[in-house]
C-alpha cells in the first residue's frame, strides 16, 4: 500500500496533511420507497493521507463536522457490496480552503489544530497503554478454583 501526505488535485492545488478541503459525490442508498438517501461525508475535512492499493484510491481525513475519522473513497470502479440499494460513488475533492479561511477556523476551534494527535511509533492512533485488568470471583458455585475447572475438563 502506498500512503502519501500530498495529493494533487489538480494543476492548481495540492493538498497537505492538515489542509482543509470540501468534497461531492460519495455513497448513496435507495430505499424501498425508492428515495434517494445520501450516505456522504459533508461539510469541511482536513486532509491527512492519500493511499493507493493496486486499482484502489482513498483519502483518509478528519471529518471537522462529525469529529470523526473517515475513509473517502476515490475509485469510480467500486463496486456494490448489496447490489441494487446501496450505490458506492466515489468522491470528488471539490477544493480546497484559502489559508486565510483556515486560520479562522483554527481560532474557532479555540487555536487547536483539527487533527487528532498521532501517537505511536507508526503514526497512528495507539490504544491505552496497559489493559485493565478484569478480576474474576475467586470461587463459583461447586469449583473452587480454576484448576479444578481444568481437572473437570481433562478428566473424561
Known amino acids: 500500500m502506498n500512503r502519501e501526505q500530498t495529493y494533487k488535485v489538480s494543476e492548481r492545488i495540492t493538498l497537505k496533511r492538515g489542509d482543509f478541503f470540501k468534497v461531492r459525490g ?18 469541511l475535512v482536513v486532509f491527512m493521507y492519500h493511499c493507493k492499493k493496486e486499482d484502489d484510491e482513498w483519502i483518509e481525513a478528519w471529518s471537522v463536522s462529525e469529529s470523526a475519522y473517515v475513509v473517502l473513497s476515490l475509485n469510480p470502479n467500486r463496486e456494490s457490496i448489496i447490489p441494487g440499494s446501496f450505490f458506492p460513488e466515489p468522491y470528488w475533492v471539490k477544493g480546497g480552503v484559502s489559508k486565510a479561511r483556515q486560520e479562522k477556523l483554527i481560532q474557532k476551534a479555540g ?46
Open 26 to 43: 460519495g455513497p448513496y442508498y435507495i430505499g424501498e420507497d425508492g428515495k434517494r438517501q445520501s450516505m456522504a461525508v459533508r461539510g
Open 111 to 156: 487555536g487547536k489544530k483539527m487533527l487528532p494527535a498521532a501517537r505511536g511509533r507508526r503514526g497512528g492512533i495507539s490504544s491505552p497503554k496497559k489493559p485493565q485488568k478484569v478480576s474474576a470471583p475467586s470461587t463459583l458455585p461447586g469449583i473452587e478454583s480454576g484448576k479444578e475447572i481444568m481437572k473437570e475438563v481433562f478428566s473424561g
